[in-house]
């Protein structure tokens, strides 16, 4: 005698019958009233199964030719020293960078990034808008050493100001927009004549896109691209990258010691977008959302609501993060990286800048 109600005596007759008698396949699935999309006719593992299978259904892949390598270059110095916060990066000389915008190449990754330190720093940053200056010459290096590279102008003066904001400072105290798009023109056209492929404006300032065009469209660029910093973010993520290009700010006084009067609150989405699709208006060619890892819902909403390319910025602080665990022994840097990577491409970045560029197409060619 079992212990267990007789279920039968709670059920109407014809249900109860199918507890009892065996029935055949297509018997049974009548009475299932499965939904269309549920187990245990649908099961995700199928498809799972093996790496053949899973190669198959593999709905993005990274390849070199996602990634832009950034680079650093200090003027006046002989050698090229490792950045602290960064390990494996390094402050290049303006002779040492060569090699290395070779080697990227030599790995199939198509573009590069040049970042200045600068030696001769001002309120406005005049070095960068200088045929002779820091910007020019690394451009003109850069092309020099790997013609078919990208050579990719970034354009902000925080490299090259005193006081280290991306613009010079009005009587408020606060950066002038209009005065730094006005120069913001000239470095564009400086970094056209010195070769750029395509420039980058990142300093957040209204109206920067437009004015570049134009620079550009009237000097006899019109074919150099613009990728816009459309969403950059006032964020604690970019700390490493300061130490690397020397533009930490506090050490003046009277002067802002953030950038939140440019750069993006974290907390705003929606900004975001408007903010990126107004640089689309302004005739923007790509747009770019940075910080990558904590704002890929931003680079998400972006590629639904733009035909654009879009690139992703892993910044200075992901990559140390990551190289950091690694160290500590609690992750492996390639895994970490690569997965990180590949997020960028499953929310709809073209592109992504990353410190790991260079290794990361290695890794991926030797796979
Ligand atoms: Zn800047």
């Known amino acids: ?30 009475h299932k009233r499965l939904t269309d999309n549920a187990f245990p006719h649908v099961r995700m593992r199928r498809l799972r199964q093996n790496a053949a299978i899973r190669d198959m259904v593999r709905e993005n892949n990274l390849s070199p030719d996602d990634f832009i390598y950034p680079l650093f270059i200090e003027e006046n110095t002989s050698e090229r020293s490792e950045i602290k916060s960064l390990p494996g990066i390094y402050r290049e000389t303006e002779k040492s960078m060569g090699a290395v915008v070779k080697e990227a190449a030599r790995e199939g ?15 406005t940053g005049s070095d960068s808008m200088d045929p002779n200056g820091l910007l020019a010459r690394m451009i003109d290096r850069a092309k020099q050493a790997s013609p078919e590279t990208a050579v990719i102008a970034d ?3 925080c490299e090259y100001t005193d006081h280290g904001h991306c613009g010079p400072i009005n009587e408020r105290g606060d950066v002038d927009n209009d005065k730094t798009i006005e120069n913001i023109a000239m470095q564009a056209e400086v970094a056209a004549e010195a070769g ?54 506090g050490h003046v006084e009277n002067v802002p010691k953030h950038r939140k009067t440019y750069q993006m609150d974290p907390a705003n989405g929606r900004e975001a977008i408007r903010d990126a699709l107004m640089d689309e208006a302004e005739g923007a060619d790509i747009l770019m959302v940075k910080p990558g890892m904590a704002y890929l819902d931003i680079l ?29 022994g ?25 410190y790991s560029a260079i290794e990361a197409a290695r890794w991926i060619k030797n796979a």
């Open 1 to 30: 005698m079992s212990d267990k109600p007789d279920l039968k005596a709670f059920l109407p007759a014809d249900l109860a019958k199918n507890l009892s008698e065996p029935k055949s396949h297509a018997e049974l699935m009548k």
């Open 109 to 123: 990754v198509r573009g590069v990034m040049v970042f200045g330190v600068s030696h001769h720093k001002d309120h």
């Open 155 to 157: 354009l902000c003066f």
């Open 196 to 249: 750029a492929d395509i420039v980058a404006p990142s300093g957040m300032m209204d109206g920067q896109v437009s004015v570049i065009r134009h620079a550009l469209d009237v000097t006899g660029f019109t074919h150099i691209p613009v990728m816009a910093y459309a969403a950059k973010f006032a964020s604690n993520f970019y700390g490493p990258f300061r130490d690397a290009a020397g533009c930490s700010l």
């Open 300 to 328: 998400k909403e972006l590629r639904q609501k733009t035909d654009l390319p879009l690139a992703a910025y892993q910044v200075s602080g992901e990559y140390a993060m990551m190289k950091f665990a690694a160290q500590a």
């Open 330 to 354: 609690a992750l492996n840097f390639q895994d970490v990286m690569l997965e990180s990577l590949m997020a960028f491409k499953r929310a709809g970045a073209d592109m992504v800048l990353s």
